[in-house]
């Protein structure tokens, strides 16, 4: 017991000490030792890349998951030590959505084909989200976190046992000081007057007295700039080990855009797989449209002269198709879909507005710039997913999903 009040009683005083060394030196009536310029550069650099590595990890975070309730979920199991319940991706809860429709309005019909298709899509691009977020977490955010609840704790924690050393150093120098300036005090000013000899005792004494205290407080300097002087070497060395730390993190970062990279060409490749497959069915639909409506348009058969076509498509004389051999071109086809060798016919055209650019394959095709208006029109034996396009003195093959057909 007298052993832990006596430890109790030395914390303490160490404690005052210290706080009044840093409290005079906030108001300038004490000297601090300064820590030399290589010291203090390792110092920022530490602070600047704890301050930088927090904020990348946070907005990571926000990156990969946006909503700030599951977030704080995830945060509270990883406290828990627990596993994180698996949750579903906002892709696969519309997938899912999108098929339960498509079962109500009829898989058959165009619009439930269309829901089916386009929630599959949804379902593969929610899969590989999930699979992104997996791999960013392991490859990049767990070794940055790694790093401020590891290595960054170490070295705050050093960090403090060095400003302790340090107080306790300015400290002692003060006392010793102060022990020097009252030991010349005192043997600077002896009484020898002989009706006075007690005077001249006590002075004695005095210096006596200083002289010792002057010896302890430079063994306790000595003591103390030992223990700051290793503590120094030992938050240096942690310090310096701030650049292998970005070594490693240069590391993570690449493989974090490598699965950024892969992540996002995952899902160029899903959506033009579902734009081939939505444009060929598009193509039915305006082609069914494009007769349909001109059917529509056209005058009764009892009004009509039998010369002129019911159907707003040109009439142009029917060519035979020449089946295709391997190896033989088939010079008939080619021919007649030659754009560079057709005319557009004497009625049958219409504008069309472009939706999005597309560059032209070929010499055969029309490149197309969205928002241009061109004229359109079609020829038999083409496929029904193109139409000839002209913008001015410019011609060529331009696919129907791009367009808007116009009245």
């Known amino acids: 017991m007298d052993f832990n009040v006596k430890k109790l009683a030395s914390d303490a005083g160490v404690f005052f000490s210290r706080a009044m060394q840093f409290t005079e030196e906030k108001l300038g009536q004490a000297e601090k030792t300064e820590l030399d310029a ?38 509270l199991y990883e406290k828990l030590d627990r596993k994180v319940p698996s949750r579903v991706t906002n892709g696969e809860l519309l997938a899912q959505y999108m098929t339960e429709a498509a079962n109500d309005f009829g898989p058959g019909t165009p619009y439930g084909k269309t829901l089916i298709k386009v929630g599959e899509t949804q379902r593969r691009l929610g899969a590989a989200e999930r699979d992104f977020i997996h791999s960013a977490s392991i490859n990049f955010l767990t070794p940055l976190r790694n790093f401020l609840e590891g290595d960054w704790r170490t070295i705050s924690k050093e960090r403090r046992i060095l400003q302790n050393r340090r107080l306790d150093l300015d400290a002692c120098k003060a006392r010793l000081k102060k022990a020097k300036a009252a030991e010349a005090k005192a043997a600077a000013v002896p009484d020898f007057q002989e009706t006075r000899p007690r005077n001249y005792v006590l002075s004695a004494s005095a210096s006596a007295l200083w002289s010792d205290e002057v010896e302890k407080a430079e063994h306790e300097l000595r003591l103390t700039q030992t223990e700051f002087d290793r503590q120094a070497e030992v938050t240096r060395l942690l310090l310096e080990g701030i650049s292998s730390t970005h070594v490693n993190h240069l590391r993570c970062l690449h493989e974090f855009v490598e699965s950024q990279t892969n992540y996002y060409a995952q899902c160029y490749q899903y959506m033009l797989d579902l734009q081939k497959q939505l444009g060929s069915s598009k193509g039915e639909i305006f082609s069914g449209t494009f007769v349909g409506n001109a059917e529509s348009t056209s005058p009764p058969a009892a009004t009509s002269p039998p010369a002129v076509a019911a159907a707003t498509l040109p009439a142009v004389p029917t060519i035979p198709v020449v089946p295709t051999i391997v190896g033989v071109p088939n ?11 057709v005319k557009p016919p004497a009625s049958g055209t219409r504008k069309a507005r472009v939706l999005y650019d597309y560059e032209a394959a070929d010499s055969t095709e029309l490149a197309l710039l969205a928002d241009e208006m061109i004229t359109v029109y079609s020829l038999p034996g083409m496929d029904p997913d193109w139409l000839i396009g002209e913008r001015g003195n410019q011609k060529g ?11």
Request: overall charge negative.
């Open 38 to 75: 290589h010291f203090e550069n390792l110092l920022a650099r530490a602070d600047c890349t704890k301050n930088w590595t927090e904020k990348i990890l946070r907005q990571t975070e926000v990156l990969l998951q946006p909503n700030p309730s599951a977030r704080v979920e995830e945060f």
């Open 331 to 341: 010079t008939v086809a080619e021919s007649v879909l030659n754009p560079n060798e």
């Open 397 to 407: 093959k331009v696919p129907v999903t791009y367009l808007e057909l116009l009245s």
